[in-house]
Nanobody
């Protein structure tokens, strides 16, 4: 089993920055990708960014390209999401998840964290 714990959410003004961190525990050697997703009230959960656990490949949603950066700290077993130039439409609960397939749709991820709230005020 794999467990994930998110941290770093909060309230920020539009144009500001936040850094989210996802700590990964357990059978990490089984993981293929770690992804960040978000869900706003009344909307479906959507992919934000993902990174191959072994390193190398990263992927971003078009809506965050150029503003968000995903990275992995091998020593700490964490996956961070640096979010810059935040917009009110980035407001959502952000989740990290571990997946065992090459693709990064929400259905490809089997273990999820509890989520952390990000609120961007205008």
């Amino acid at each position: 089993q794999v467990q994930l714990v998110e941290s770093g959410g909060g309230l920020v003004q539009a144009g500001g920055s936040l850094r989210l961190s996802c700590a990964v525990f357990g059978r990490t050697f089984t993981i293929y990708n770690v992804g960040w997703f978000r869900q706003a009230p009344g909307k479906e959960r959507e992919f934000v960014a993902g990174i191959r656990w072994s390193g190398g490949r990263v992927s971003y949603a078009d809506s965050v390209k150029g503003r968000f950066t995903i990275s992995r700290d091998n020593a700490k077993n964490t996956v961070d999401l640096q979010m810059n130039t935040l917009k009110p439409e980035d407001t959502a609960v952000y989740y990290c998840a571990a997946g065992w397939r090459e693709t990064m749709a929400p259905s490809d991820f089997g273990s999820w964290g509890q989520g952390t709230q990000v609120t961007v005020s205008s």
